[in-house]
C-alpha cells in the first residue's frame, strides 16, 4: 500500500486527479465541441513546435558560423565524438517515435490496452536514449572532451589541431554539450509527458473521440525526434570517419 | 487530430525508410568529402528523414492548411536566421583592409 | 576653448566625410521635413476644419482608392531607396581608405585610447593629424569592444578585441576636436575621451621628429628579432619559411589553392592563428604568438614589414646588432616594386 | 460552432441574465485572483504589475536625468549611473514595453474583440502572468542587491566577462519574461484562428487583432532566439567557456546578431500594438470608417515581416562587412513603408469627418504625430552615410524615445483611457486627462528634441559626465523630463479616483463599434451571454449602421 493510499481514499484520488494540469477530459467553456479542441489543442502545439524550431536553430547557427570561420578544426573535433552511440541513439528515437504513432494509431481504433503498451514502449525507448546518452556523457568524460573541466590541449595538438585553433574545438564541444543537454531536457520533458498519458490512458480518459492531449504528445515526441535527426550530422557526421 | 486513419503498415514502412537514410547519413560519413560535402550530404538527409516525419507521423499530410503554413513559417524564419547571419560571416575577409581597397 | 563650441547646433564639419554626411543630412532633413509638416498640417487641418459640431449628423463614407493606396506605397519606396543609394555612396566612401593614407595604429584599452604614429610618437588619450592628408586608423581593443568616434570628422567604428577595424578621414580645419568612446565599456566609459589635433602638414612634421625614439618599423624590426622570427624567415638559403620582404599588400598564395591580400589583418592572424592561413610551399611549423606578444608589438611588425623591401631582412646571425639608423618608410602603397618579389616571396610570417 | 442555434440577429445589446455581476464581483479574495483563468482578470493583474514596473523604470531615470543636469554628473558616481540606467533600459524594454500592450490591452481586449469567451488555453495565459512574474522578481532581485551595469543590450565580452555586477540573475529574469511574453503570443495566435465568432472573417476583424496577431508572430519567431543567446551568455559567464568572447576565440559579433534578431523585431512587438490602438480610436472618435483598411491590415503582416530581415542596421559600424552593411540597410528601408502606409491612411481617416476631441482620441492625434517624427528619424539611421555619424549617439535616443514613449506610450495611454470605462464600468475625468494628455505630448518634446540635437552633436549614449558644450541640451531635456514625470503621475491619481468616485458608464460611452463594446461594463465572465453572430466590417461609423449606437 503506497504512501498515496493510505492518505487518500480512492475518491478523493480521483477528484485531486482530475483537477490536476493535464486531466483535460471535459470540454473547455470556450469551445464549440470536443474536434474544436482537440483541432485548436493540435494547433496550439504547432505553434510551440514553431518556436522550438528557433530555440535550436540559434544552436545550429552558432555551430555554422564557427564551421564557416575553421571548417577543418570543427571537422576534427567532431571525430572525436562518439558516432556510434549517436546513431544507435538515431535508431532508439526513431524507433520510439514509431512506438508514439502506434500508440495515437490504436487510440483512434479506441484500443486502449495497446494505446498503453505503445506509450510504455515510447517512455520505455526514450528512457533507453537517455542511457545511452548518459554513457557517451560518461566515455566523453574519460576522454577529456569537457572543455573548461576536463579537457587536455596536448592531446589534440597531437591529433595535429594547431594550438591557435585550440578554441574553436572548445567552443565546438561547448555547442555539443549545449545542444545535447537540451535536447536530453526535451527528452526528460517528453517522456514525464507519455508516462502521464499512460496513466490517463489506463485510467479511460481517452476514446476514440477524445484523444486530443495524446495527439498533442505524439506531436511534441516527434519533434524531439526530429531535432536529433538534425543534432547527429551536424555534431557527430562533420569529419570522413575511417574505420 | 485528423479524422483519416493511416493504416499502420504505412508506419513501418516509414520506420524502414528512415532507418536505411540513417545507414546511409553513417555510409557518407565514411566517403572521403570536402568539410563541405558533409555538412550538404549531412544535412540533405536529414532534411529528407525530417519530411517523412512531419508528414507522416506528425499527420502533417492530414492537417488543415493552417498547419502547413505554421511549418512553412517556421523552416523560412531558420531561414532567414541562418541567410541573413551569414550574409556577413560568408563575406568576412573579402575585402582587405588596408588603404586603397 | 575645443572649436566645437562655436556652434550649438551643429559639430564643427572639419573632414572630408563630414560635409558628405551633412549634404545627406540637409537632404534628409528637407525630404523628412517636408513630409512631417505635409502630414502635421493635414492632421491639423481636418482636426480644426472637420472637428464636431452640434447637431451634425454621420459623416457620409469616404471610400478608399486604390489608386491613392499604391501611390503612397509606392512613391515612399522610390525615394527610400534613393536615400539608400545616396547612403551607400557615402558609407561605401568612408569605408575605403585612399590608396596614400598615412597609417596610425590605435588601440582601445578600459579606459584609454593608445596611438602608435610610424614614425614612432607614441601618445595617449591625444590623437596628432596633418591637415589635408587622408589617414587610416588601424583599430584594436585589449579588452571589450569600445568605439573609435570622432563627431567633427563624421568618422565611427566599433573597436573589437582580437580583429583590426580601421577608419579613414581627412581633417580640412586646423583645430582641436573631440575623440569619444561611444560603444558602452565599462565603470569610466564617460572618461575614455580623447582630443584631436589637427596640425599644418609643416607643424605636424616637426611635431613628428620631436620626441620620437625611433621609427615604428625600427621597433618592429627589434620585435622581430626579440621574438627570433629570423631564424625561419631568413633571406637565406633553405630558411623554414617565407621571407617577408615586398610582402605588404601584395597577393599571398596559400597552400590550399587560394590567395589574399597580405593586409594588416592578415599579417596580425599569422602571427597570432598561424595555421589559419599557411603560405603556398610552406609547413605549418609556426608556433602561435597568442599571449606573447602585446597589440603593440604587433602593430610594430606590421609597420616593419610594411617598409621591408628586398635585401632588408637582416643576416640570421642573432648577435648581429640592430643598424642604427632608420630603415626608410615606405608610406605610399607597395604595389609595382613587388611583383617579381611577389612570386618567390610568398609568405608565412 | 453552434451557428444555428444562435438568435438571429445579435447586433443589439445582450444584458446578461444576472444584472449586475461582472467579472470583477464574480467572486472575492486574493485566491479568486491569483488563480483566475479568466483573461480579464489576469489582465488586470499585469495592469497592475507593469504599472509598478513602469514607476520603478522611470524612478530610475528620473534620477539619470537629474544627474545629468551637469556636465560633471556628480550626483551620483559612475558605476551607480550605468546601472540605473541599465535597471530603467531592462526595466522598460522587457518588463514595461513588449508586455504592456498585448498583455493588458490585448489580454483584455481580444477575446472580447472577437467574440470569444476566453483565450484558447486560459491556464497557460495565467503561466504567462507568473512567467512574467517570477522573471521580475530575478531581475528586481539582481537590480536591487548588486544591480547590473551592461546597459540592457548586454554586449559581449563586457557583460561575459568584464563586468563584476549582477549579469546572470538578470539574465534568468530576462529568458522568463520571453517565455512569458512567447506563451502569450502563442495563445493570441490560437485564439485569433480558432475562437473568431460566427461571422467574423479575417477582414471583419479590428485593426487591433490583426496587429496583435502580428506581435504575437514576432514574440513566437524572435523570443526563442533571445532565449537561446542569453542561455549561452550566461552559460559564457558562468563556466567561463562559451562562444562569444574573443579571448576564449568566439566571434562577439555572433551575440549581437542574434540579440538583434530578436531585438529589432521586438520593436515592433513594442510599437505594432499601439497602431492597432490608434487605428480603432482614431475612426471611432472622427466617426468614420478606417481608410485603406485591407492596407493597414496587411501593413501589419508586412511589418511583423520586414521586421526580421533588418536588425544588423544596428550593426553597421559594429564590424560587420561591407556587403552586409548594404543588404541590411537596403531592407531596413523597406520596412518603413508599410509603416508611412499607416501613416497616411491614420491622416486620411480624418478627412470629412466629425472629429471629437476626448481623451483617447488626444493621446492617438499625439500617437501619429510622435510616431511621424519618430519615424521619418529612424530613416536617418537606416541611411549608411548617417548612420556612421549618429550610431550610439543621443540622435539614437532620441529616436527609439519617439517610436517607444512617444509612440507606443501614447498609445497605450490612449487604449487604456479608450477601455477603461470597459474594464472598470467607471468614467474617469475628462478635464484632469486632457490636461495630461497634453502635459504629456509637451514635455515629451521638450524631453527628446533637444536630444536629437546634442546627439548629432556627438554626444554617446551612456555617458555619466559629458563635455560642457552639450550642457544646455541636456539642461533642456531634464526640464522636459520634469514635465513628462507629471504627466504620468497624473493618470495615476484620475484614474484611481475614477475606480471609486468616478460616474457609472453604459455599456458603449464613445458609441464606438466593435464586440466589445456590445457587452456590459464591466463585462460578465464570459463575456457574452450568447455567442455574438457578426454580419459587418469592424468600423461601420459612417453608415448609420453600426453595431451598437446607443
Known amino acids: 500500500m503506497s504512501l498515496r493510499d493510505t492518505l487518500f481514499t480512492q475518491a478523493e484520488q480521483k477528484a485531486l486527479f482530475d483537477h490536476t494540469f493535464l486531466a483535460r477530459d471535459r470540454l473547455e467553456e470556450q469551445y464549440a465541441s470536443l474536434p474544436h479542441q482537440s483541432e485548436t489543442a493540435a494547433f496550439g502545439m504547432w505553434v510551440f513546435l514553431a518556436t522550438e524550431v528557433m530555440f535550436f536553430g540559434t544552436l545550429f547557427v552558432a555551430v555554422g558560423a564557427y564551421w564557416i570561420f575553421s571548417p577543418k578544426t570543427i571537422e576534427r573535433a567532431s571525430l572525436e565524438l562518439n558516432w556510434v552511440i549517436g546513431g544507435i541513439n538515431t535508431v532508439v528515437l526513431l524507433v520510439s517515435s ?85 535536447h536530453a531536457i526535451h527528452v526528460t520533458i517528453g517522456i514525464g509527458v507519455v508516462v502521464v498519458m499512460a496513466v490517463l490512458t489506463r485510467r479511460g480518459h481517452f476514446s476514440a473521440e477524445y484523444y486530443s492531449p495524446l495527439d498533442v504528445t505524439g506531436l511534441y515526441w516527434h519533434f524531439v525526434d526530429i531535432v536529433w535527426i538534425f543534432v547527429f550530422p551536424t555534431l557527430y557526421l562533420l569529419g570522413t570517419h575511417t574505420l | 487530430m485528423s479524422s483519416k486513419i493511416t493504416p499502420a503498415n504505412t508506419y513501418i514502412v516509414v520506420l524502414i525508410a528512415l532507418l536505411v537514410l540513417t545507414v546511409l547519413t553513417v555510409g557518407v560519413s565514411f566517403v572521403p568529402l570536402q568539410p563541405i560535402g558533409h555538412v550538404v550530404a549531412g544535412l540533405s538527409i536529414a532534411a529528407l528523414k525530417a519530411t517523412l516525419v512531419v508528414l507522416i507521423f506528425m499527420h502533417a499530410l492530414h492537417s488543415p492548411r493552417i498547419t502547413w503554413c505554421v511549418i512553412v513559417a517556421s523552416i523560412a524564419w531558420v531561414l532567414i536566421l541562418f541567410s541573413l547571419t551569414y550574409a556577413d560571416y560568408l563575406t568576412r575577409g573579402s575585402l582587405p583592409q588596408m588603404p586603397g581597397h | 576653448m575645443l572649436d566645437s563650441a562655436k556652434s550649438a547646433w551643429f559639430p564643427p564639419e572639419a573632414s572630408t566625410t563630414a560635409a558628405h554626411v551633412d549634404l545627406l543630412l540637409y537632404f534628409l532633413l528637407a525630404v523628412c521635413g517636408s513630409v512631417g509638416l505635409l502630414v502635421a498640417f493635414l492632421m491639423i487641418y481636418f482636426c480644426i476644419r ?44 568612408a569605408y575605403h581608405a585612399p590608396p596614400d593614407s598615412i597609417p596610425v595604429y590605435g588601440i582601445g584599452k578600459q579606459w584609454m585610447w593608445k596611438f602608435q604614429h610610424p614614425e614612432g610618437q607614441r601618445e595617449i588619450n591625444t590623437l596628432h593629424v596633418p591637415l589635408g592628408r587622408p589617414v587610416q586608423v588601424l583599430l584594436t581593443s585589449e579588452d571589450v569592444i569600445h568605439s573609435f568616434f570622432i563627431p567633427a570628422f563624421r568618422v565611427h567604428m566599433d573597436v573589437l578585441p582580437n580583429r583590426y577595424t580601421s577608419v579613414w578621414f581627412e581633417a580640412t580645419k586646423p583645430g582641436e576636436y573631440h575623440l569619444f568612446c561611444s560603444q558602452y565599456c565599462g565603470t569610466n566609459h564617460a572618461g575614455m575621451i580623447g582630443t584631436v589635433v589637427v596640425m599644418e602638414q609643416a607643424d605636424f612634421e616637426s ?64 602571427i597570432l592563428d598561424p595555421g589559419a592561413k599557411i603560405a603556398a610551399g610552406w609547413e605549418n611549423i609556426m608556433p602561435t604568438f597568442r599571449g606573447q606578444i602585446s597589440e603593440e608589438e604587433i602593430y610594430a611588425l606590421i609597420s616593419y614589414f610594411r617598409s621591408l623591401q628586398r635585401g632588408e631582412t637582416p643576416r640570421r646571425v642573432e648577435e648581429y646588432p640592430p643598424p642604427t639608423s632608420t630603415p626608410p618608410i615606405n608610406t605610399t602603397a607597395p604595389d609595382s616594386s613587388a611583383t617579381e618579389g611577389k612570386s618567390t616571396a610568398p609568405k608565412e610570417p | ?75 551620483v558616481s559612475a558605476d551607480t549611473y550605468n546601472r540605473l540606467f541599465t535597471m530603467h533600459g531592462v526595466i522598460m524594454v522587457f518588463f514595461f514595453l513588449v508586455p504592456v500592450a498585448p498583455a493588458v490591452l490585448g489580454n483584455f481586449c481580444l477575446p472580447l474583440m472577437i467574440g470569444a469567451k476566453d483565450l484558447a488555453f486560459p491556464r497557460i495565459n495565467l503561466l504567462s502572468w507568473y512567467l512574467y512574474v517570477i522573471g521580475g522578481a530575478w531581475t528586481l532581485f539582481a537590480m536591487l542587491t548588486e544591480g547590473v551595469d551592461t546597459g540592457w543590450t548586454f554586449y559581449a565580452p563586457y557583460s561575459s566577462q568584464a563586468t ?3 549579469v546572470v540573475p538578470t539574465l534568468i529574469g530576462l ?106 480610436v482614431i475612426p471611432c472618435f472622427a466617426r468614420k470608417s478606417l481608410f485603406g483598411y485591407t492596407f493597414v491590415a ?29 543588404v541590411f540597410s537596403c531592407l531596413s528601408f523597406l520596412v518603413a513603408v508599410p509603416s508611412a502606409i499607416k501613416v497616411f491612411n491614420w491622416t486620411a481617416t480624418l478627412y470629412k469627418g466629425s472629429i471629437a476631441f476626448e481623451t483617447p482620441m488626444l493621446f492617438c492625434l499625439g500617437f501619429v504625430a510622435l510616431f511621424t517624427a519618430g519615424g521619418l528619424t529612424g530613416l536617418f539611421l537606416a541611411t549608411l552615410g548617417v548612420d556612421i555619424h549618429v550610431h550610439d549617439t543621443y540622435f539614437v535616443i532620441a529616436h527609439f524615445h519617439f517610436i517607444m514613449v512617444g509612440g507606443m506610450v501614447m498609445a497605450y495611454m490612449g487604449g487604456l483611457h479608450f477601455w477603461w470605462p470597459k474594464m472598470t464600468g467607471r ?124
Open chain 1, 98 to 182: 514509431l512506438m508514439m504513432v502506434l500508440a495515437i494509431h490504436a487510440a483512434q481504433l479506441n484500443r486502449q490496452r495497446e494505446v498503453f503498451r505503445y506509450l510504455v514502449l515510447t517512455a520505455g525507448l526514450g528512457i533507453a536514449f537517455l542511457c545511452f546518452k548518459a554513457l557517451e556523457y560518461y566515455l566523453d568524460y574519460r576522454e577529456n572532451l569537457i572543455p573548461g573541466f576536463k579537457f587536455d590541449d596536448a592531446e589534440w595538438i597531437a591529433r595535429g589541431v594547431d594550438a591557435s585553433q585550440l578554441g574553436y574545438v572548445k567552443m565546438f564541444l561547448f555547442l555539443y554539450w549545449t545542444m545535447t543537454g537540451f
Open chain 4, 175 to 280: 529568458v522568463l519574461a520571453g517565455f512569458s511574453s512567447l506563451f502569450t503570443g502563442l495563445n493570441f495566435i490560437v485564439t485569433t484562428h480558432w475562437l473568431r465568432a460566427p461571422g467574423l472573417t479575417w477582414f471583419r476583424l479590428p485593426i487591433f487583432v490583426w496587429a496583435m496577431y502580428a506581435t504575437s508572430f514576432i514574440s513566437l519567431l524572435a523570443v526563442p532566439v533571445l532565449a537561446m543567446a542569453l542561455i549561452l551568455l550566461m552559460l559564457e559567464r558562468l563556466l567561463h567557456i562559451g562562444i562569444f568572447d574573443p579571448a576564449l576565440g568566439g566571434d562577439p559579433l555572433l551575440f549581437q546578431h542574434l540579440f538583434w534578431f530578436y531585438s529589432h523585431p521586438a520593436v515592433y512587438i513594442m510599437i505594432l500594438p499601439g497602431m492597432g490602438i490608434v487605428s480603432e
Open chain 3, 50 to 93: 472637420y472637428r464636431r459640431r452640434p447637431g451634425a449628423g454621420r459623416p457620409a463614407r469616404t471610400h478608399a482608392s486604390h489608386a491613392l493606396e499604391w501611390f503612397w506605397t509606392i512613391v515612399p519606396f522610390f525615394i527610400f531607396m534613393g536615400i539608400f543609394v545616396w547612403g551607400a555612396v557615402v558609407y561605401v566612401d
Open chain 4, 427 to 550: 468614467m474617469y475625468s475628462q478635464w484632469w486627462s486632457r490636461l495630461a494628455a497634453l502635459i504629456i505630448f509637451v514635455g515629451f518634446f521638450l524631453t527628446f528634441l533637444p536630444q536629437f540635437i546634442v546627439g548629432y552633436n556627438g554626444m554617446p549614449r551612456r555617458y555619466y559626465q559629458y563635455v560642457p558644450e552639450f550642457q544646455v541640451w541636456n539642461v533642456l531635456s531634464s526640464a522636459g523630463a520634469s514635465i513628462l514625470a507629471v504627466g504620468y503621475l497624473l493618470p495615476l491619481g484620475y484614474l484611481l479616483y475614477s475606480l471609486r468616485y468616478g460616474p457609472r458608464t453604459g455599456s458603449n460611452p464613445w458609441g464606438a463599434t466593435g464586440l466589445e463594446w456590445t457587452t456590459t461594463s464591466p463585462p460578465p465572465r464570459d463575456n457574452f451571454a450568447v455567442t455574438p453572430i457578426v454580419v459587418r466590417g469592424p468600423y461601420e461609423y459612417d453608415t448609420g449602421k453600426a453595431q451598437n449606437e446607443p
Open chain 4, 1 to 75: 460552432m453552434t451557428i444555428a442555434t444562435l438568435p438571429l440577429p445579435a447586433s443589439q445589446p445582450v444584458e446578461p441574465p444576472a444584472e449586475g455581476s461582472n467579472y470583477l464581483n464574480v467572486s472575492y479574495g486574493v485566491v479568486s485572483w491569483l488563480l483566475t483563468k479568466d483573461h480579464k482578470r489576469i489582465a488586470i493583474l499585469y495592469l497592475i504589475s507593469v504599472t509598478a514596473m513602469f514607476l520603478l523604470g522611470g524612478l530610475a531615470i528620473s534620477i539619470v536625468r537629474l544627474h545629468l543636469m551637469t556636465p560633471q554628473g556628480t550626483l
Open chain 4, 164 to 166: 563584476h555586477y549582477n
Open chain 3, 207 to 270: 611635431w613628428l621628429s620631436l620626441h620620437a625614439e625611433g621609427s615604428l618599423a625600427l621597433e618592429g624590426r627589434k620585435v622581430f628579432l626579440k621574438y627570433r622570427c629570423i631564424s625561419c624567415h631568413s633571406a637565406t638559403a633553405g630558411a623554414r619559411a617565407p621571407v617577408l620582404e615586398g610582402l605588404y599588400g601584395n597577393i599571398a598564395r596559400l597552400n590550399n589553392g587560394r590567395s589574399v591580400v597580405a593586409d594588416d589583418a592578415y599579417i596580425r592572424e599569422s
Open chain 4, 298 to 326: 496587411y501593413s501589419s503582416l508586412a511589418i511583423a515581416f520586414l521586421s526580421f530581415l533588418v536588425w544588423a542596421h544596428h550593426m553597421f559600424v559594429a564590424g560587420i562587412t561591407l556587403y552586409a552593411a548594404l
